[in-house]
């Protein structure tokens, strides 16, 4: 279960004490978000984050140095790719930074997205929404087609992530629809801007409480 867009102390106590299994920061955007954080801030963030909780960056950044520069930067085990990604800077940012898990983001529009050309590349695939009118490639509250992505996560061989307008309520329904290895909330765990420890802890309770057992994390 991974908490996304972590912007303060407090989103960070939350998303840990109602029981996270990972927390990530929004670093690097270059398409419309309200929640990134400096490099500065998010550096000071994955620092506070306690040991056996997995520290993630998402990003919009797409090029190898950008890239690794971040991996350079930040003390982090994960990268979330938001934007066009070529499969080939997967690979090389691998190279530069082998201890890093790579995870790409897939938008779900009209059709199941197109996973084979990162199945050799990428530690995970995650599919989200977007908003096409705003330039959104992430972080939209919005609810996709869930068949696609259950379709996605039937015949991809990597580990898929469930992404997009997932809360406390329809979490389970999520699950038991897609059956997705782990899923990722932005603002379905907050309260007036800010993410709120006790609908982290029912995200979690919910996300786990599928009649065939619990997701992958």
């Known amino acids: 279960?991974?908490?996304?867009?972590?912007?303060?102390?407090?989103?960070?106590?939350?998303?840990v004490d109602g029981g996270a299994d990972a927390v990530g920061v929004l670093v690097g955007t270059t398409h419309l978000a309200e929640d990134s954080v400096p490099l500065d801030d998010a550096r000071a963030l994955l620092l506070r984050v306690p040991p056996y909780v997995s520290r993630y960056v998402v990003t919009h950044l797409s090029g190898t140095e950008d890239l690794l520069g971040l991996v350079g930067a930040l003390p982090v085990d994960a990268l979330q790719l938001h934007d066009e990604t070529e499969p080939s800077v997967l690979d090389a940012v691998r190279a530069g930074a082998p201890s890093v898990r790579l995870i790409k983001a897939l938008p779900v529009t009209g059709t199941a997205p197109g996973w084979g050309r990162f199945a050799a590349?990428?530690?995970?695939?995650l599919l989200d929404s977007v908003d096409v009118a705003s330039g959104r490639i992430g972080?939209?509250?919005?609810?996709?087609?869930?068949?696609?992505s259950a379709q996605v996560a039937a015949d991809c061989p990597r580990p898929v992530v469930l992404a997009g307008g997932l809360t406390p309520e329809n979490v389970a329904e999520a699950v038991r629809a897609v059956r997705p290895w782990a899923v990722n909330v932005n603002s379905g765990v907050e309260v007036e801007g800010a993410k709120d420890r006790r609908r982290v802890a029912s995200f979690v309770r919910a996300a786990r409480s599928w009649p065939g057992g619990e997701i992958g994390a």
């Open 1 to 15: 279960m991974a908490v996304c867009a972590i912007r303060s102390e407090s989103d960070l106590d939350a998303a």
């Open 121 to 125: 590349t990428a530690d995970a695939i």
């Open 139 to 148: 972080g939209t509250g919005r609810v996709h087609d869930w068949r696609l």
